[in-house]
């Protein structure tokens, strides 16, 4: 069993910029995909960016050049900056982990909200 536990978000300007942090505990070998998703009101759940343990990455086309993950493999811990953020960015945001053989993480951590204010 895997856990994930998130830091981070709340409610900035547009403009504005926050960062999330996600912690994952137990057993993660082999989980070497750890990335954010986020869901908005009404949509479904989309990546927003993943990170495998090698260091390659993959971005959602709307966050390309404002938000940057990385990770500590030693602390298996994944951050999000988020930079000039937009309101459309406002959703609740997932920290999962996945194989990279997965289409979906394969645990998710509760979600924390970031709301960005026009």
């Known amino acids: 069993q895997v856990r994930l536990v998130e830091s981070g978000g709340g409610l900035v300007q547009a403009g504005g910029s926050l960062s999330l942090s996600c912690a994952a505990s137990g057993s993660v070998f082999g989980l070497n995909a750890m990335g954010w998703y986020r869901q908005a009101p009404g949509k479904p759940r989309e990546l927003v960016a993943i990170i495998t343990r090698g260091g390659s990455t993959n971005y959602a086309d709307s966050v390309k050049g404002r938000f940057t993950i990385s990770r500590d493999n030693a602390k298996n811990t994944v951050t999000l900056q988020m930079n000039s953020l937009k309101p459309e960015d406002t959703a609740v945001y997932y920290c999962?982990?996945?194989?990279?053989?997965?289409?979906?993480?394969?645990?998710w951590g509760q979600g924390t909200q970031v709301t960005v204010s026009s």
């Open positions: 999962g982990v996945k194989s990279i053989y997965e289409a979906d993480p394969r645990y």
